[in-house]
């Protein structure tokens, strides 16, 4: 996915004498832009004036006749002229410049006619570089260029060889990537297979990290070292649901469980702190154009997602043996999340 930088400028035209945009303004840092729909209506004022807060000066890029602008490349700009015509098309030559170095903050611009004061929203924001993965020439419409499975195991050498056998007798060719905190150590390393040893009960969260790490497909598919795939761990209809959306994370069904999914969101606390708030069993609704599936905002350890987003988020390595909710927690607002139920894999625990 590649982030559009640009946005949709919404111009309030109502019942006050002022048209002015109140969304969709973006520059780059040291970059310039026309503001647009600004102009003032009767009754008329000789006078209007805008003025910036801290991070930009304001300009014009041409002149109107019989019209006098004071504060040119200043945080404060005052135009003036006896002419409503006059006036409003000067304003339409005004321009904002960046001054003031951040990768994403917001300017307001302050907008003054006759006893009217307005807020304009402006935007500084980087152009982000998109993530981008090679899948090889002519091999995009093959599984394994688009998913590796990822898994943490510690003590289960027994479970994670079946979870190893049950991939390759479906997926012979995918990778797969083992974090192992496990002492003694079993060798798990094979074709397509690459096992990675930690030292001793580093813990869960910090395998995750590791484990993520190392994926170099645009998607990654998470499971625990007990299950095993079965005929119905259809991964490419995890895919499908991904790349016909905007989902980062899509889960599947696990054993014969049924769907899971959980609602959860942050609310105000007290002096303590915030809250937050569980729903099991409930979800925000089905996703458009895939009605087997619910947005949610907790679901199970069996789940598809982008990799650049689960990065985006990672796993604190301080939790060590016990940590879902955690996870989720932190992606609240971060990944849009959802639960399938036409994807399974098997639990042999």
């Not at 004498?17 to 970059?31: F, H, I, K, Q």
């Not at 991964?235 to 649901?241: F, P, R, T």
Request: with cysteine; charged share 20%; proline share 6%.
């Amino acid at each position: 996915r590649v982030e559009s930088f640009e946005d949709t400028p919404m111009i309030v035209d109502g019942s006050v004498p002022l048209s002015y945009p109140v969304r969709g303004l973006a520059v780059v840092p040291e970059g310039t832009m026309h503001i647009p729909g600004v102009f003032v209506v009767p009754p008329f004022c000789t006078q209007v004036q805008l003025e910036t807060a801290d991070l930009g000066v304001l300009d014009t890029i041409a002149e109107v006749g019989r019209v006098q602008v004071e504060g040119l490349r200043t945080k404060s700009l005052t135009i003036r002229s006896e002419s409503l015509s006059r006036l409003n098309r000067q304003l339409q030559f005004v321009v904002y410049t960046n001054t003031v170095y951040d990768i994403d903050a917001t300017e307001i611009i302050t907008f003054r006619y006759l006893d009217h004061t307005v807020s304009i929203p402006l935007r500084i924001r980087v152009r982000r570089a998109p993530f981008l993965y090679d899948p090889g020439p002519g091999t995009y419409n093959d599984i394994s260029a688009k998913v590796t499975v990822v898994t943490k195991t510690f003590l289960r050498y027994a479970s994670i060889r079946a979870l190893l056998s049950s991939i390759r007798e479906f997926y012979p060719n995918i990778r797969v990537i083992v974090a192992d905190d496990s002492r003694p150590v079993e060798d798990l390393q094979a074709e397509n297979v690459d096992h990675y040893v930690m030292p001793f009960a580093a813990g869960w969260f910090a395998g995750r990290n590791l484990a993520v790490s190392q994926v170099t497909t645009p998607y990654l598919l998470w499971v625990d070292d007990d299950f095993v795939f079965i005929p119905e761990t259809k991964l490419e209809n995890l895919v499908e649901v991904l790349e016909n959306t905007r989902l980062d994370l899509v889960a599947g069904t696990v054993g014969h469980n049924g769907i899971k999914f959980t609602k959860m969101d942050i609310v105000p606390g007290d002096e303590n702190g915030d809250c937050l708030r569980i729903h099991d069993l409930r979800n925000w609704g089905q996703v458009p154009g895939f009605p087997q599936c619910y947005l949610a905002t907790r679901v199970t350890n069996f789940f598809l997602a982008r990799t650049d987003s689960v990065r985006a988020v990672g796993f604190d390595p301080v939790y060590t043996r016990s940590a879902h909710t955690q996870f989720f927690m932190a992606a609240i607002g971060r990944l849009r999340i959802a639960a399938c139920d036409h994807v399974r894999i098997d639990h042999v625990s």
